[in-house]
């Protein structure tokens, strides 16, 4: 069956030197330390080892061909997202990162499409940079689950918001800059709990916030098959129902009445909660997405979905129907 994995990152082989270039700043270089390995380093500091297929085109295409799924949308790594830096010098980097994802799909159209960068930190270049990639042909942006410790739902990023809907652009949210990850270092906690809790608070934000109810045409998607968010739904509703004074002060409509708005991509790691999700969420909200070619992902690409109990009508939506509808819309 023909599979499009949403959910995958990809950085160029080789990246400036934009600490020197901006003359501050903890910006990702890449150490080209082994043959086909490179470090990621983090103001010096050893952030995570990559191999070829993290930036080799042709390396991921024959893995994928593996599994039978000839199509991924690629994004970058969140770590490059820098919305920390000087907001022009987010946009030279977004600028630099959108320009190579789009080099890909141009020279591999049959096998990849891809989600833009944005600097989040500053609403108008960021919209700036939404209408240059809307005429690059990028169906959507990736975007971090907070942007400087604030949240989706706060004001200055509406606008943004409502410039996906008015271009068409699809919103991918992914966790990143963990909440509380300073006080959970060890046992890899902020990618295991964190992450996770990261991403429901970006969609608890957008929900109570009412983006979604101002914005019905805007289309989101959130990584890790939204997180926490699908499991405490019934906290979410119960506390807007018991405690309105707190949760309902800016959008009176209820939290579950939201299902089946957004989309979540699959990677659950368990085939039990992916059901449930399923359930929650509807057949037609739920995408293939790994988290490729990290080793959290689910790196046989859709293999344990293949293995449920769902009839072929289900299982087409989850490996590209749904993708597709939420890329480039009805
Ligand atoms: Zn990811």
Partial sequence: MHKIDMHTHLLPEKLPDFASKFGYGEFIQLEHHRAGFANMMKGGVFFREIGKNCWDP?????????????????????VMFSYWAKPNDCLDLSMFLNDHLAGIVDDYPEHYMALATIPMQDTDLAIRELERIKELGFPGVQIGSN?????????????????CQSLDLAVFIHPWEMMGEADMRKYWLPWLVGMPAETARAAASLLFSGVL??????????AHAGGSLIPTIG????????????VAIDNPVPPTDYLGRFWVDSATHDP????????????????LGTDYPFP?????????????????ETREKIFHKNTLTWLLGD
């Fill in 296 to 312: 959290l992902g689910d790196l046989e690409i859709g293999k344990f979905i293949e293995e449920m109990d769902l009839t072929v």
């Fill in 147 to 163: 942007v400087n410790q604030k949240n989706l739902g706060e004001a200055e990023f509406f606008p943004i918001f409502e410039a």
């Fill in 213 to 222: 109810e101002r914005l019905p045409k805007l289309r989101v998607c959130l």
């Fill in 58 to 78: 042709e390396v991921r295409i024959g893995e994928y061909a593996w599994y039978h799924a000839p199509v991924q949308v690629v994004s970058t790594i969140p």
């Fill in 235 to 246: 906290r979410l509703q119960h506390g807007f129902n018991c405690r309105p004074d707190l």
């Fill in 272 to 287: 039990r909660l992916l059901r449930y999700i399923i359930d929650v969420v509807g057949e037609d909200k739920v995408c």
